[in-house]
């Protein structure tokens, strides 16, 4: 497994290499989440190359850029057990260098959910992952469902912008109690752990009610919205049940839709959701 920390040394190995090239841009501080997506392109690409890259332009003032976890030696150990060729590793100078200026603002989905709570958090996201299309050139990328809107604006700007690249979408990891797997969790006391259950029991206890046959959106989103109330150290930022692709708010489930939320369990910001009336409905 080769580490790289430069565009140059990149772009190198890339033009050394034949076959498909599948992508996993992270953040680092790795878990079973990531090494699912990592899994995913292993099994279906001639090449991997794994991006730890905490990316400071999609982080508010006040947020936790500075708190981020980190334990690159640990990350390394794992992607080379799960058999990654190339981890790239670039310094915020290497990919911001001074005189940088420019940004991607992808439209529409971007002002709602977390993009309302997060002003120019998605434009950070989307011109980093732009930088990593460009640097690394993958056929594929690989991209969580955990971060539902995320993975939606990667697509759109794939499409908008004719980035010849295939984003692969893959499902939710969670704990065996149904925590979503997040880096974040990690700063989690235990009393907040178990708070935090409250986000994954009120998306599946909804999830079960559309499942029964209940299709206003309010009822399911009042589902969740009293989970996440019974617990005193959980602050809901949002609860959303809106179009799976243009994410509009509905207010009668009539296609297939994204349930998600964003919560805050003391100093940690955590977001979950789960898909009605996909496959598995
Ligand atoms: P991050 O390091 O948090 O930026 O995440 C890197 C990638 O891993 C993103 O595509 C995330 O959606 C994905 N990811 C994070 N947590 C999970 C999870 N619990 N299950 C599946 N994918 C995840």
Redesign the pocket.
């Known amino acids: 497994m080769r580490v790289i920390e430069t565009v140059a040394e990149l772009r190198s190995w890339r033009r050394s290499i034949s076959g498909t090239l599948g992508l996993?841009?992270?953040?680092?501080?790795?878990?079973?989440?990531?090494l699912?997506?990592v899994q995913r392109a292993r099994a279906e690409n001639a090449q991997v190359a794994v991006s730890i890259f905490v990316n400071p332009t999609q982080f508010g003032p006040g947020e936790d850029y500075d708190r981020y976890p980190r334990d690159t030696e640990r990350d390394l150990v794992l992607l080379r057990e799960a058999g990654v060729d190339v981890v790239y590793m670039p310094t915020p100078d290497e990919m911001y260098p001074p005189g940088f200026d420019t940004a991607i603002d992808v439209g529409g989905i971007t002002a709602r959910l977390e993009g309302a709570s997060r002003p120019h958090h998605f434009r950070g996201v989307a011109t980093v992952v732009a930088k990593l299309f460009n640097q690394v050139q993958p056929d594929r990328a690989?991209?969580?469902?955990?971060?539902a809107q995320?993975?939606l604006v990667v697509r759109k700007m794939v499409r908008d912008l004719d980035l010849p690249v295939e984003i692969v979408p893959?499902?939710?990891?969670?704990e065996p109690d149904g925590l979503?797997?997040?880096?974040r969790n990690v700063a989690l006391t235990p009393a907040e752990r178990t708070a935090a259950l409250s986000l994954s029991r009120g998306l599946f206890t909804a999830q079960d009610r559309y499942r029964a046959g209940e299709r206003d959106a309010d009822v399911l989103r009042a589902v969740v919205s009293e989970h996440l109330a019974a617990e005193p150290l959980v602050e809901p930022d949002y609860v959303s049940l809106a179009d799976a692709e243009t994410l509009e708010e509905l207010t009668v489930v009539d296609r297939p839709a994204l349930l998600s939320l964003a919560a805050r369990i003391g100093q940690t910001r955590l977001i979950d959701n789960v898909l009605l009336g996909d496959e598995s409905d």
Do not use: C, I
């Open positions: 996993v841009p992270t953040m680092g501080y790795l878990h079973a989440g990531h699912a997506l690989y991209f969580g469902q955990k971060d995320q993975l893959v499902p939710t990891v969670r979503a797997l997040s880096s």
